[in-house]
């Protein structure tokens, strides 16, 4: 995959202490079984490589699907403004952690899939968490795959699984979108409910079966996890999957929402949801309607936090902000007019001090308190969007 445009662009190598590793775990050969990339801290490794941020060329045509292009020329412009870049973790280097791990769960947003979102990811495990980015398959993300079982004939001939791929589901015309989402995030926390699960049996020493055959060692991350302090993260439709996910999983002991999209969610759940919340969101993106949904979770005995980062656009959460240059950048509206480093910064900050608080963590990341509250130049305390006191 090349790219001729790589100037200074590239993904931000992670700031924590630990060197940051990555592999990637498919349970069964059904479209039931959870599929996710882990980060984790890792040994120091000369031979260990950095893994492509696009996996394969179907992500390039399920990012077309999703953005309504023409796939093969689309391949070809991805290819050339994106192909070349690599992941800031190392492929399956050997697991080091001198400390029991504590674990966060990351959901992706609406087309995209396991590997967009490396940047927070990173800089997590390099602060010492083991997280699983799961890649959803309820056809919200642009494309995943899986392998399934052949059958007899099909064996002798291509001993391999076959690869079946799921592209994403676009709305049909006339279709009412709120019964397609809401089955969605439904299905998205199950799946970060069964990858927590997997991780829970991989810490407990059961023998799992990757179907995806890579050269990392998962005994090694036997005993390695705190499974007392769990988060869930996501952005967008990953952030409505957080509460989703919160109210149905009590083992998640707090959640991150990042600029998320809260349509998806029947409001009903909302009293179930008892854990802290931390909503950050983007200037740009928020509209009253989104915000007073939002506003609908506060209350008076749990944490429920908000912040606006200044300058931000939706897609300054993804990695896609740090790998187009100003331009193009401005003008797919992957980046906003802060400065992408400062504001991912900014949110990695501010997630840390929020998670130390409430996962009860021996960290120093409460240095970082103050961000919970707005208090930077580039952080609006609470929302930008007005919203009118009767809509809450």
């Known amino acids: 995959m090349g790219n001729a445009c790589s100037n200074n662009l590239g993904i931000p190598p992670a700031k924590g202490p630990n060197a940051v590793g990555c592999t990637d775990f498919m349970m069964d050969h059904t479209t039931q079984g959870t599929f996710f990339r882990l980060y984790y801290p890792c040994q120091e490794s000369e031979s260990a490589e950095k893994p492509d941020w696009i996996p394969c060329r179907e992500y390039f045509n399920g990012l077309a699907d999703f953005m ?234 749990i944490q429920r936090k908000m912040i606006t980062i200044r300058g931000t656009v939706h897609q300054s959460f993804p990695d896609f902000t740090f790998l187009t240059g100003n331009w193009i950048g401005k003008l797919m509206k992957l980046k906003g007019d802060i400065d992408p480093e400062i504001a991912m910064d900014l949110s990695n900050k501010a997630t840390l001090a929020f998670l130390q608080r409430h996962l009860g963590l021996e960290k120093d990341f409460n240095q970082w308190d103050p961000l919970i509250d707005g208090k930077d130049d580039n952080l609006i305390p609470g929302t930008n969007v007005t919203v009118l006191q009767s809509a809450i």
């Open 68 to 301: 309504k292009i023409n796939r093969s020329l689309s391949e070809k412009i991805f290819n050339y403004l994106f192909g070349s870049f690599k992941i800031p973790a190392y492929l399956d280097a050997p697991f080091k952690t001198n400390e029991k791990c504590p674990v966060v769960i990351f959901s992706h947003g609406l087309g995209a899939f396991r590997t967009l979102y490396s940047a927070i990811c990173a800089e997590l495990a390099s602060q010492g968490f083991i997280v699983a980015s799961v890649e959803h398959r309820d056809e919200s993300a642009s494309a995943t795959y899986y392998f399934r079982e052949k059958c007899e004939s099909e064996r002798r001939d291509e001993p391999l699984p076959k690869t079946s791929w799921m592209y994403y589901r676009a709305l049909q015309h006339g279709e009412s979108e709120f019964p397609l989402r809401n089955k969605q995030v439904k299905q998205r926390a199950d799946e970060c409910i069964r990858a927590l699960d997997k991780l829970i049996e991989i810490n407990s020493g059961i023998s799992v079966q990757n179907v995806l055959q890579t050269q990392f060692d998962w005994t090694t991350l036997e005993n390695s996890m705190d499974l007392c302090r769990i988060a869930v993260i996501g952005h967008s439709f990953g952030g409505a999957t957080v509460i989703e996910a919160l109210c149905k999983e009590v083992k998640f002991k707090c959640g991150v929402a990042l600029d998320a999209w809260m349509f998806p969610i029947d409001e009903e759940i909302f009293p179930r949801v008892k854990q802290p919340i931390f909503f950050i969101n983007s200037e740009k993106f928020q509209w009253a309607g989104n915000i007073s949904r939002m506003k609908k979770l506060e209350s008076a005995l």
